[in-house]
Every structure is written in structure tokens, then in C-alpha cells.
């Protein structure tokens, strides 16, 4: 298709996006239709629940195995024919290279066999689009620009200035694991299965936060660092189960509480600081890590504290999901930003200017 020449015609059917995403473990299909999200599907891998992390051979092969089922219920849930779709948004990258490979060629052979335009999406960029999401029949508040968006998952913890749709700086970033890592790899030391970050959540209700002490990371700047979070946290076990075997067992909802509440604290530690130093107080968080409820409970007392509006996304746009690829796909298809049949996939991926 003649990229140019055809973007009149496009801009004057209706917009139908069909979103793509497979960056990690999570297989996720779309549909966008007049800027609003008809079906958001996602097929979620189980298979790397023993293994305490996810596998990349599996995760591809799992990926190959519900792409199509997947896509399929999507069209079916919005009741959409593939002869509407105008344009295809998948994610590029950041990623696991071998799942990447599985959604881009499959959103690039889609687009071929349509003749229709590629929309290559950043999955970090993604994520804070999420925000700009609303289903049919829906509006949800967003937040104004400029503003901060804390985004936290298991691949990345950034604080990005979002300045518009399509514009964002990164100012501060981990250095070493992401948020998500240090509660899976904190799960896995206390034996529980992977995705640790919502059993810890789970069973942190019942426990005391202030029961013990961790050290709170030090970085430069925004930045952040919790390596030695991590291990701080196996060496502390490792050391109470010398003394008391059951240890674990006796004191889960504590352990998961304080673990918890130090990763919320160094988080919000360094949000606070740029918004004090940006004056800005327009605040979101984004990311699989921001359906965590202690983190959410801390944001809603700073939203009082320090005067800030605040905005979460629905539960189901925080984790890995497909409506958020389709929804900046959607800014890119209104800017003309359309990519070519000879994109590639890229596991390293920035979307700053
Ligand atoms: O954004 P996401 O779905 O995938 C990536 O792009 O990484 O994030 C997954 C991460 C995992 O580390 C998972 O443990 C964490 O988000 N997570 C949570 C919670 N729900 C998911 N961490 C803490 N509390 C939760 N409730
Ligand atoms: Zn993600």
C-alpha cells in the first residue's frame, strides 16, 4: 500500500485497530473502534509457574500456540469483521526477542494479507497510554499534560515526564532489577510460585508492614536500584531459618507485608522528589506492579499530603495486555506515524525522541 497516497482514504473510514501484543509472557489481541477499546483478550502462560520465572523458549511456543485463538475472540467479542480493520498496531519491543518475533510476524503477515497499514508500538510507551483508555459507553478521567507517570513492571521501573501522547522523557530509571523482579525474586526466596507479586500482595493483608526492617536502596537522582534489596532479603531469611525452620512458614503475611511496604516506600520516595522538583502534580502510575494495593492505598494518602490528582489504570490495563498496543496505535494512526513491512522486532527499545 501506498503509504502516503492512501492516508486520505484512511483517515475517512472508520478507525479499526486491531492491537498485538507478546512482548513477555502475556499473548493479547484488541479491537479499537472509534477510539474506544471493543475487546481486550489475553492468554496468559502458566507453564512458567514451576520454573520461578519466565522461560523464553516456552514463553515463544506458548505464544505461537494462542495467537490465532486469540485474535480470534478478540474480533468475535467486538463484533468486527477483519475486512474493517484500517490498520494493525503490534508491540516492536522492548521484550523477550523470541516472543516479540511471534506477534510481529503475525501482525505483519495480517497486514500484508489486508492491505493495510503497521503501527509498531514501544510496550513501556504502552503502558502509559493505558491511561488514555475507554471502553464503549465509558469515560474514565486522564490525566493532563504535562504530567509523571511512575511505571513499574516486571522488566522495567521508570519515571517518564509524559509531555504529550507521543512525547516522553525518561527521568529516572533502575539501574539494575525492576520493581516487579525484586517482588517476584522476594517471592521465590519464601518458596511461592511465579508471579510472586501478587501472592505477595495477597498475603501481606494480614501483616504487620513495620514488623521488619529493610534497607532502602540508594541511586543517583530519580533512579533506582533493588539488587541489593534482594539480597539483603535472602541473606535476612536465610538467617532466621538457621535459627527457626518454620520461620517462613509462621510469619508469611509479615515477612510479605515488610517486603512490600519497603519496595512502595523506595518507590514513592523518588516519585515525590520529582514532583516536588518539577512542580508538578498531575500523577500516574502504570505497569503490572501498579496493581499492587499497598502501592495504591500510599499513592491515595500522597494524593491528600501533597495535593496531587491522581490516576491508576482499571486493574486489566495495568498487567500486560493488548488494549493499551491498540490505543497508542491509535495516536500513531491519527499523527500518520505508520511503519513499514520491513520493520523487525527489537528486544532494546526506546521511544524518547
Ligand atoms: O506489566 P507486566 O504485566 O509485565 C511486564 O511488562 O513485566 O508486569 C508484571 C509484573 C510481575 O513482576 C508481577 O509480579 C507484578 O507485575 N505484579 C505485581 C502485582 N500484580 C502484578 N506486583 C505486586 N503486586 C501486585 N498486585
Ligand atoms: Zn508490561
Redesign the pocket.
Known amino acids: 500500500m501506498n503509504l502516503v497516497l492512501d492516508f486520505c482514504k484512511l483517515m475517512s473510514n472508520p478507525v479499526v485497530i486491531l492491537g498485538i501484543e507478546s512482548?513477555?509472557?502475556?499473548t493479547g489481541a484488541s479491537i479499537l473502534k472509534e477510539g474506544k477499546i471493543q475487546a481486550n483478550i489475553v492468554a496468559n502462560q502458566d507453564v512458567h509457574k514451576d520454573y520461578g520465572g519466565v522461560v523464553p523458549e516456552l514463553a515463544s511456543r506458548a505464544h505461537q500456540q494462542n495467537i490465532v485463538p486469540v485474535v480470534h475472540e478478540a474480533l468475535k467479542k467486538a463484533h468486527v469483521d477483519k475486512s474493517e480493520i484500517t490498520a494493525v498496531a503490534f508491540t516492536r519491543g522492548p521484550?523477550l526477542l523470541g516472543s516479540l518475533l511471534v506477534g510481529t510476524s503475525f501482525a505483519k503477515s495480517f497486514a500484508l494479507g489486508l492491505d493495510i497499514p503497521l503501527l509498531e508500538i514501544n510496550?513501556m510507551h504502552a503502558?502509559i497510554i493505558a491511561h488514555f483508555i475507554d471502553l464503549a459507553g465509558e469515560e474514565t478521567p486522564k490525566p493532563k499534560f504535562p504530567f509523571l507517570c511512575l511505571t513499574?513492571?516486571?522488566?522495567?521501573t521508570e519515571i517518564v515526564l509524559v509531555e504529550d501522547h507521543l512525547k516522553m522523557k525518561v527521568i529516572g530509571r533502575t539501574n539494575d532489577d525492576?520493581?516487579?523482579?525484586a517482588?517476584?525474586k522476594a517471592?521465590k526466596t519464601i518458596g511461592l510460585d511465579?508471579?510472586?507479586?501478587?501472592l505477595?500482595?495477597?498475603l501481606a493483608k494480614d501483616g504487620d508492614p513495620l514488623a521488619y526492617k529493610f534497607p532502602h536502596p540508594k541511586a543517583p537522582g530519580y533512579d533506582y536500584s533493588f539488587s541489593g534489596l534482594k539480597t539483603a532479603f535472602l541473606y535476612f531469611i536465610r538467617d532466621r531459618i538457621k535459627s527457626d525452620p518454620n520461620f517462613v512458614k509462621d510469619n508469611i503475611a509479615d515477612i510479605c507485608a515488610s517486603i512490600?511496604y519497603t519496595i512502595v516506600k523506595v518507590l514513592l520516595k523518588k516519585l515525590v522528589q520529582a514532583s516536588m522538583d518539577l512542580g508538578i502534580r498531575e500523577i500516574a502510575i502504570s505497569?503490572?506492579?501498579a496493581?499492587?494495593?499497598?502501592?495504591r492505598e500510599e499513592l491515595l494518602l500522597l494524593k491528600k499530603s501533597e495535593n496531587w490528582s491522581v490516576y491508576i489504570p482499571k486493574f486489566e490495563f495495568?498487567?500486560?495486555n493488548a488494549a493499551m498496543i491498540a490505543m497508542a496505535g491509535y495516536y500513531k494512526y491519527i499523527n500518520g506515524s505508520f511503519a513499514p513491512q520491513t520493520i523487525s522486532a527489537s528486544a532494546r527499545y526506546s521511544y524518547e525522541d
Do not use: M, R, W
Open positions: 512482548s513477555c509472557d502475556d521484550g510496550h503502558h513499574v513492571s516486571g522488566g522495567h525492576a520493581a516487579g523482579e517482588f517476584d517471592a511465579y508471579p510472586g507479586g501478587p505477595i500482595d495477597q512490600q505497569g503490572g506492579v496493581a499492587n494495593s499497598k502501592l495495568c498487567t500486560d
